[in-house]
Structure formats: C-alpha cells, structure tokens
C-alpha cells in the first residue's frame, strides 16, 4: 500500500458507486417524473371531459325546457278577467 492509506481505498470505492448506480437512479427518478407528467395529463383530460358532459347536459336541457316553453300557434283566445278589488 501507500503511504496515504485505506481513504485512499474507500474512496476510489465510492467512485465506482456512484458512477455504477448513477444510471439506475437517473433511471427511477426519470419513470418517476413519467408518471407524474402521465397522472397530470389524465388527471387535467378527467376534468375536460366532465366539463364537457356537465355542459352538454346542461345544454340539452336548455333547449328541451326553451321547446316545452315555445308559444301555441293556435288561433285560441284566452280571455283574462281582471282581480276585482273589494272597497
């Protein structure tokens, strides 16, 4: 050995750690930040296509209620006495 000892061992050892565990770690952290960009990207296409259905039934009802609320084309005359008031 030389004169600088085992630090010299341990550490070349922790060299070798960290550039050997360096690619699976990036590779967690990468599928890690995949799933949440994923989670995000469903979660925010989730709320879109709530939003569309509430507003379609929303609209549909709208217009069923305008339809039912249409005025008669009919040729009757409906005759609205006024109150009578009592003096």
Do not use: K, W, Y
């Not at 550490?11 to 995949?34: D, H, M, Q, R």
């Amino acid at each position: 050995m030389s004169e600088r000892g085992p630090g010299v061992l341990i550490g070349a050892g922790v060299a070798a750690c960290a550039v050997c565990c360096v690619g699976p770690i990036a590779g967690v952290l990468a599928a890690i930040g995949i799933g949440s960009v994923a989670g995000f990207a469903l979660f925010g296409l989730l709320g879109l296509a709530a939003a569309v259905a509430i507003g379609a039934v929303l609209l549909l009802r709208r217009r069923r209620r305008a339809q039912q609320c249409a005025p008669h084309e009919g040729n009757d005359a409906v005759t609205v006495e006024p109150p009578r008031i009592r003096t």
